[in-house]
């Protein structure tokens, strides 16, 4: 297992790389809690970009999921970063 790709702080922007029920895969998630004291089959807290803009006047009312952190592979450092890198492509 590579935990090298696992989130290791709040904020990072995440996928599901393996096949989690209620999941889509493909969907962008930002950890909303400090992985870095949870083991790789514990549960850490995301939220849904998408939900996030639905809800861009109350983020408060964006459903909060949990999911094991070996699940999740970072693919931005933080929400700008990603964004960025749309650009460099």
């Known amino acids: 297992m590579d935990t090298t790709l696992m ?10 790389v393996s096949e989690v029920a209620d999941f ?13 004291d949870f083991d790789p089959d514990e549960n850490i807290t995301i ?6 803009q639905r809800n861009v006047k109350n983020p408060e009312l964006a459903e909060r999921l949990a ?4 699940n999740l592979v970072v ?4 929400l700008t970063a990603y964004v960025q890198s749309w650009n460099q492509r």
């Open 7 to 16: 989130p290791a702080r709040q904020g990072q922007i995440c996928k599901i």
């Open 24 to 36: 889509e895969p493909g969907e962008v998630y930002i950890v909303t809690e400090d992985p870095a």
């Open 47 to 52: 939220v849904g970009l998408k939900d996030l």
């Open 67 to 70: 999911v094991q952190k070996k």
């Open 75 to 78: 693919v931005g450092e933080d």
